[in-house]
């Protein structure tokens, strides 16, 4: 098929240009901080796109388009929420994080608080996330590759896995932040270019085949159209419609014509293969707005529906902070409010984003409306281009979305890789740049046979799970850590052990139970609420009951971490620890009182 | 400050980068952009930094004042600035997190809101859908901005307070 080809030769190219840029980004990395952090030396507005190349995963590229195509202007929020976090990250945690000189989370946990016991739990939850992030982002290549060339599921999520492993293992953060960088402005351009492109299509389209989407109905096909149904999926009926249909539709058997009345809601079973004639009003799957006038309104479904709203803003702002790949590219910038340009900078990055998915949910409600029907809403943007330009020029631009939608994967999974490599090769091995490259291996391993192994488990549903853990473990410890003088070792424990636990103890009920309905079960499949309250409230509390031990040099922590840069309190304890070959000291006579104690360790070792 | 960095050290003009560094006090953040260069045989091309250098020889007393012994001075201070800068970050993420958690409470109970359209586009479209990036943008900046003015102040406090 043509379109399998041009789609595969997108894939391909964008490869072939990730492991080119890593290469070429990587050839200067020659010690452990170019590996860990970058030589610290990542300008802002590199760093910024390769913060935003990194944090826009296929969740992004596929998912926002998909969630307001389908949910309309409640899903306005999600993206929303999810550009948000980073405000969240620039108010209370980006300038302070960076000036207290850490170069990993399980070292910033030992620079405030002085104990090598949290810095251990800190590198089994970092590792835990990065696992637990990357398995189904590996799955999720795969399945989109297989849906859209006819790959085998397991080859894509291999192909991204190795690629990666490639990029890690020769530059590490180094060729990373390049990598990344390019990636977003891959992206940006594989969604913006389509986007003007199919805007001007519509604009010149005959809008007499497509029902407005300012009518109170629902959407219609325009032509006659054949839906496989390929997971079996509910549907509401809001305008009656008559249909053929063969395989089962609500536990029996069809074979023919059916006629759906209005208001009655259908399940129908997987492998049934369903005929709408031109014109036909689209059922859509129950969580999608079924018509387009509650599709321009926001919360038609009421206060459930608030509630929400309320949970996901609540998750993506403490949840984004948390995750561990993304503070790890806070520490590649020069300085505290460098760290604060390069966050104001990825929110207009990620933003801006965000516009152009905006019009492929509203094209796609026009043009791929039988996407409603089988709840593939992460498709729209795979499939929109060829739907609405039905020549080569579509198919190019098909092409395009799809070596966009491809570098998603590959830059969310190169970032959670180097966070994993980076504190798997500084708290379990000891950190020279042979063994950044051993726990890349090492680190990529583990996720791609789970991933090739459980090729079922929910994927969307562990992110969603992956970003509650951290919002219950990290951040807590982060926003305590930064601002409260009271926090103790023993309070921080005890937070990210009640947190994490509360997360996990209810994913393990998830994976465990059946039925998916219910206030309670809403509730523990999104602990959040509950979770990350829970977690600030017991570090507060273990930390007062346990006020003897605040860390000693509390005041000269807290100094270095909010004094301004110029003031140069920050010691970078990656080169503390691991020197910096790259820059030989010129003069040592010159390394007077801030770097002294540094300089004198690495004396001690010599 | 774009530092002249290759320099050879062994020709003496390592030292007189120094002097050069201590007139200038902006460029501290830029300095540490520049890309090491290696020493190479027969060409030695040697990166001097000097951000680091500087600072430090700022803030020899004070950090022998505050790491030495425990001032209550100095210490309020730090303690006062923290407290600004966390006051600042709650105000802002309150202001934002109040109004976009607020609107859905505001479309539900006024339907008609949710319906309006302003140039074309319905409202909570534009709010949410659109407007919300510049906004936020917006916000950030004004942090960013009150956030270094605390500091500004701070350092003037601290380095008078120290020099006395």
């Known amino acids: ?606 | 400050m774009s530092f002249p960095h290759g320099q050879d050290p062994l020709d003496g003009l390592g030292p007189g980068a120094q002097e050069h560094t201590r007139n200038g006090q902006d460029g501290h953040e830029d300095s540490a952009e520049d890309e090491p260069t290696y020493p190479l045989r027969g060409k030695r091309r040697v990166k001097v930094v000097l951000a680091e250098r500087r600072g430090a020889r700022r803030i020899l007393r004070p950090m022998a004042q505050l790491e030495g012994q425990d001032t209550p001075i100095a210490e309020s201070v730090v303690k006062e600035l923290v407290r600004r800068q966390l006051k600042i970050a709650i105000a802002l993420a309150g202001l934002v997190l109040g109004l976009y958690a607020g609107l859905p409470v505001l479309f539900v109970m006024v339907p008609e809101i949710g319906e309006a359209v302003i140039f074309g586009i319905r409202l909570p479209w534009l709010l949410v859908g659109g407007l919300a990036y510049p906004f936020m943008v917006a916000v950030g900046m004004v942090y960013n901005r009150a956030v270094e003015r605390n500091e500004a102040k701070f350092a003037n406090q601290y380095t008078g307070m120290v020099e006395d």
């Open chain 1, 1 to 606: 098929m043509v379109q399998n080809n041009w789609a595969l030769g997108g894939v391909i190219l964008a490869m072939a240009l990730t492991i080119g840029v890593g290469v070429y980004g990587g050839r200067r990395s020659k010690t452990t901080p170019d590996f860990l952090v970058a030589g610290r030396t990542i300008k802002p507005h590199a760093n910024a796109a390769a913060i935003a190349g990194e944090y826009l995963s296929a969740a992004s590229f596929l998912g926002v388009a998909g969630l307001v195509f389908t949910k309309g202007a409640t899903g306005l929020w999600y993206p929303f929420g999810y550009a948000g976090g980073y405000l969240a990250l620039l108010l209370f945690v980006a300038a302070p994080l960076r000036r207290s000189g850490a170069y990993t989370v399980p070292d910033f946990a030992e620079a405030r608080l002085s104990s090598l016991g949290l810095r251990r739990l800190c590198t089994a939850v970092v590792v835990l996330l990065g696992w637990w992030y990357l398995v189904p982002q590996f799955q999720s290549a795969g399945l989109t590759l297989s849906t859209f060339t006819g790959v085998p599921a397991w080859l894509g999520g291999l192909a991204v896995a190795i690629t990666v492993t490639i990029n890690v293992v020769g530059g590490g953060m180094r060729a990373i932040t390049l990598v990344q960088a390019f990636q977003y402005y891959l992206k940006l351009f594989a969604l913006a270019f389509p986007a003007f492109v199919l805007f001007f299509v519509f604009l010149g389209d005959n809008r007499a085949d497509y029902r407005s989407l300012s009518e109170p109905l629902p959407p219609a096909f325009a032509r006659e159209t054949t839906v496989d149904v390929k997971t079996a999926v509910r549907l509401q009926v809001s305008q009656p419609v008559s249909l053929k249909a063969r395989g089962s539709i609500d536990g029996a058997p069809v074979d023919g014509g059916a006629i759906w009345a209005a208001g009655t809601v259908k399940s129908v079973d997987k492998g049934t293969q369903l005929i709408f004639p031109a014109g036909a009003p689209v059922p859509s799957v129950t969580t999608a707005a079924a018509d387009n006038a509650s599709w321009l309104r926001p919360m038609s479904g009421g206060w459930p529906q608030v509630l929400e709203i309320w949970s996901l803003m609540f998750a993506t702002f403490f949840g984004t902070m948390g995750l561990p790949h993304v503070l790890v590219r806070f520490y590649t910038n020069p300085d505290g409010s460098s760290a604060r340009t390069t966050t104001l900078y990825v929110l207009v990055l990620v933003g801006g984003f965000y516009l152009f998915s905006l019009i492929f949910a509203g094209l796609s409600r026009l043009y791929v409306p039988e996407l409603l029907v089988t709840g593939q809403d992460n498709a729209a943007v795979l499939l929109l281009p060829s739907a609405m330009l039905n020549n080569w020029f579509g198919q190019l631009l098909a092409a395009l979305t799809a070596a966009g939608a491809f570098a998603a994967f590959l830059s969310t999974s190169s970032g959670l890789l180097v966070s994993v490599a980076g504190v798997l090769s500084t708290d379990v091995l000891p950190g020279r740049v042979r063994d950044f490259r051993l726990a890349t291996i090492f680190g990529s391993l583990v996720p791609i046979v789970c991933a090739l192994l459980f090729p079922n488990l929910g994927a969307a549903q562990s992110v969603g799970l992956a970003l509650c853990l951290a919002a219950s473990t990290f951040c807590p410890l982060l926003i305590l850590g930064i601002w409260y003088r009271g926090l103790t070792p023993f309070g921080a424990t005890m937070g990210i052990l009640t947190g994490g636990g509360v997360v996990l103890a209810s994913t393990t009920y998830v994976l465990a139970t059946t039925s998916t309905s219910g206030w309670v079960n809403s509730l523990v499949a999104q602990p959040g609420m509950i979770s990350v309250p829970l977690s600030f409230l017991s570090m507060w509390f273990f930390s007062k009951l346990s006020y003897r031990s605040v860390p000693k040099d509390v005041a000269q922590v807290m100094l270095r971490m909010h004094a301004p840069d110029r003031l140069g309190f920050t010691k970078d304890r990656d080169v503390q620890q691991f020197g910096n070959k790259a820059q030989p000291p010129v003069d040592v006579s010159k390394r007077t009182s801030t770097t002294l104690t540094g300089w004198a360790s690495r004396r001690q070792r010599k």
